[in-house]
């Protein structure tokens, strides 16, 4: 997908509340029914035997008797949980809107955060203004130095055939690392654009297509078709060379620490240089580089393929990754893009979304206020209790057991030792007050809520892991 955000959710938390204490006040009002003791039936299906079929046996009457949201591709317990989760967020976050809050307070930040990402109406009069600048930027873009620069800098605003990340290290997870690996498709992986001969890949292709051109037509180009087909078939070129499904899924294929001064010489045709040093990753002297023969050939399509539909490329997926924060127009195209997808009728009403986006931007700041309202020290007490005993009866299990050896014991009981357990929020909050929040400006807290994210992650590289960085 072009847009893809992950926000702090609370669902977990939620659960976590429910198992510590029932379902605990601030639940009790949801929660009328009596309790189930043992195995509930309910969801069942009598005429299905498990040996036969155990999912439909089991889950039968629910798949039966519910119905998938129209906002919705898919239902399950885990998505009730989270709009259980978003509703219960909602009431705070409201709460918050209400209110007037001390200038530069986490409430303050996620106040104008929500309000401004609410107010469509405010949105739509600012048009496409907002992003302008951004646009503009891309298409002063003199040379391919430029252009590193350019992708080095926005990598978590903007669309790259390369991404960069910390993350702990494969082979030694106490230490965080810089990886890289290939990307930069707008549409799910490689084989949507490379399946010819499949019908559900090429009505995804097409719809694609009509999405790239609508794009086109809001940058202003003269000719939106034609520039929708430059760039899906810079796409294509970019997805012949991607590793596919099953190579990206092996730990030992995808795990290749490689010296930056080798990279310059393994891909050549890049400003590796410049790219590293504009993503604030400039002292990094090793990156673990996951599938590198791509990573070879997108150096090379970097170098090879005209300047001018880089910067197009570039230009249209920005205002697809900024959708939600533009005008109603780009709204609709971007849903109607991504209902070709993913089957739903219908958008998530825009106060989850702007949940949704609060959540990603300020996750730990109203999680913080979510657990002063939801999960006290006393709940988060009992779960690690109930941790701790779960532990000690699996240490008495290893010792028990008859099929391992003694030095597989010793393996395992020291395996077991090392795990580390993180009951509903951490010990030490993030801190936002770098994060700057202004009213009635979406675009421009989605822009500088990315960069202080970015630059949070990076300043990881090369330090131990801990409960907080790793986090």
């Known amino acids: 997908m072009l847009m893809m955000k992950t926000p702090f959710k609370l669902a977990t938390l939620a659960l976590l509340t429910q198992l510590a204490f029932g379902a605990g006040p601030a639940l ?42 129209a906002d919705k591709s898919r239902y399950g317990s885990f998505d009730l949980l989270i709009d259980q989760s978003d509703a219960r967020v909602r009431a705070l976050i409201d709460e918050l809107a209400r209110g007037q809050h001390a200038a530069g307070s986490n ?17 739509e009069r600012a048009g496409l203004a907002p992003i302008q600048p951004m646009l503009k930027e891309i298409s002063a873009i003199k040379d391919r130095g430029a252009l590193a620069q350019w ?15 910390v993350t702990a290290e494969a082979k030694n997870p106490k230490m965080n690392g810089v990886r890289m690996g290939q990307s930069g498709l707008g549409l799910p992986d490689r084989d949507y654009y490379l399946l010819k001969d499949d019908a559900r890949m090429a009505k995804a292709r097409e719809a694609y297509r009509a999405y790239l051109s609508q794009l086109a037509g809001f940058a202003g180009e003269a000719e939106p078709a034609a520039a929708a087909q430059r760039v899906l078939a810079l796409e294509e070129r970019i997805a012949t060379v991607h590793w596919d499904k ?23 045709g890049f400003d590796w240089t410049a790219y590293l040093e504009s993503a604030g990753l400039g002292k990094t002297t090793s990156i673990d580089v996951a599938q590198p023969s791509a990573i070879r050939a997108l150096a090379g399509l970097l170098a090879e393929q005209p300047l001018e539909d880089w910067k197009l490329y570039l230009r249209l997926h920005a205002l697809s990754r900024s959708a939600d924060v533009l005008p109603k127009a780009v709204r609709e195209a971007n849903f109607a893009f991504r209902q070709a997808l993913t089957g739903a009728k219908t958008e998530l009403p825009r106060w989850q979304q702007s949940i949704n986006d609060s959540n990603s931007a300020l996750g730990e700041a109203v999680g913080q206020l979510w657990v002063a309202r939801h999960f006290p020290a006393a709940y988060k007490a009992r779960m690690q209790t109930l941790v701790a005993n ?3 009866a699996y240490k008495d299990s290893i010792d028990g057991l008859s099929w391992m050896s003694p030095a597989t014991k010793a393996q395992a009981q020291d395996k077991l030792s090392k795990y580390t357990t993180k009951i509903g929020y951490p010990e030490q909050w993030r801190d ?34 801990t409960a907080r960085n790793g986090a």
């Open 151 to 165: 992708l080095g800098r926005s990598q978590l605003f903007a669309a790259s055939p390369v991404r960069v990340g």
């Open 246 to 268: 099953v190579d990206n899924r092996n730990p030992v294929k995808t795990n290749n620490p490689t010296r930056v001064a080798d990279l310059r010489e393994q891909a050549p």
């Open 107 to 123: 409430a303050q930040k996620i106040a104008d955060y929500y309000r401004s990402h609410l107010d469509t109406e405010a949105i």
């Open 432 to 465: 936002y007050s770098r994060l700057e929040v202004k009213p009635g400006d979406a675009f421009g807290n989605s822009q500088r809520a990315a960069r202080f994210a970015w630059a949070q992650m990076v300043a990881k590289a090369g330090q131990p892991v």
């Open 390 to 392: 779960l532990m000690a």
């Open 28 to 69: 009790a009002a949801e929660s009328a029914a009596p309790s189930i003791q043992g195995l509930d039936r309910s969801s069942f299906d009598p005429s299905v035997r498990p040996q036969d079929d155990l999912f439909r046996a089991v889950n039968g009457l629910w798949l039966k008797n519910t119905e998938i949201p």
